[in-house]
């Protein structure tokens, strides 16, 4: 089974403090990607990445940024929270790009409330 | 710009009364459609993949089709544990390492 790890299931931090979400797989999967999901608004993408140190913006990027310096991990920074990023944070990956039709796998989730 | 519809926001059924849950898409050109289930508190978990007009795919009491605007995610004889949001979501040509979400319907199954 495809196993998509996030390191932090809730968490709370204090406005300005700089967030770490920490996200591993075990699949050897090339592409990984951070979404945040919102009451009413869906999952949009807020980067991926499709290699090591490799990375592109998705739909809403500003705030954020991420990093993967290994294959199976995957981390999303918020430089300095704000409450407007309050959400839950999903990690996930899939093989070798979606060209194929291959599935994204999810991971459980990141509960962030940002005070 | 892509757009994913689900339709009914939410829906309350009867265990073992059928029903169809709406996904309308509008894409430029459709790589996949895919459905996901999400229970309350946790990520989404894989259904289906669909990639042309005319397929249909099978699990258990959850059967999805597709059409060239619209896929249906049909439930049959739904037990309580079929209660979950299910998400639709599309990929397009141009979007290659991306999916196109819609808000989810929202099921429940009265026992």
């Known amino acids: 089974d495809v196993k998509v790890t996030q390191s932090s299931r809730y968490l709370v931090k204090r406005t300005g403090e700089k967030v770490f979400l920490e996200c591993v797989q075990d699949?050897?999967?090339?592409?990984m990607f951070w979404y945040r999901q919102d009451p009413g608004l869906g999952l949009r993408l807020i980067y991926f990445?499709?290699?090591?140190?490799?990375?592109e913006k998705g739909d809403i990027p500003e705030g954020y940024s991420v990093s993967r310096e290994k294959k199976e991990r995957f981390s999303l920074i918020l430089e300095s929270a704000s409450t407007n990023q309050t959400s839950m944070y999903l990690c996930?990956?899939?093989?070798?790009?979606?060209?194929?039709?291959?599935?994204?796998?999810f991971g459980e989730g990141s509960w962030l409330t940002v005070v | 710009e892509d757009q994913v519809t689900q339709s009914p926001e939410a829906l309350r059924l009867q265990e073992g009364e059928s029903s169809s849950l709406n996904c309308s898409y509008t894409?430029?050109?459709?790589?996949?459609l895919f459905w996901y289930r999400q229970d309350p508190g946790k990520g989404p978990e894989f259904l289906f993949t669909?990639?042309?007009a005319g397929e249909e795919k099978e699990k258990e009491r959850l059967k999805a089709t597709l059409t060239k605007k619209e896929s249906f995610l049909h439930i049959t004889a739904p037990k309580p544990e079929d209660s979950a949001t299910y998400l639709c979501?599309?990929?397009?040509?141009?979007?290659?390492?991306?999916?196109?979400f819609g808000t989810g319907t929202r099921l429940t199954v009265i026992p």
């Open positions: 996930a990956s899939s093989l070798d790009g979606l060209n194929s039709g291959n599935t994204i796998y």
């Open positions: 699949m050897d999967h090339e592409n």
């Open positions: 990445s499709y290699d090591v140190k490799m990375k």
């Open positions: 894409v430029s050109g459709l790589r996949g």
């Open positions: 669909l990639y042309s």
């Open positions: 979501a599309v990929q397009d040509d141009f979007g290659a390492n991306n999916l196109f």
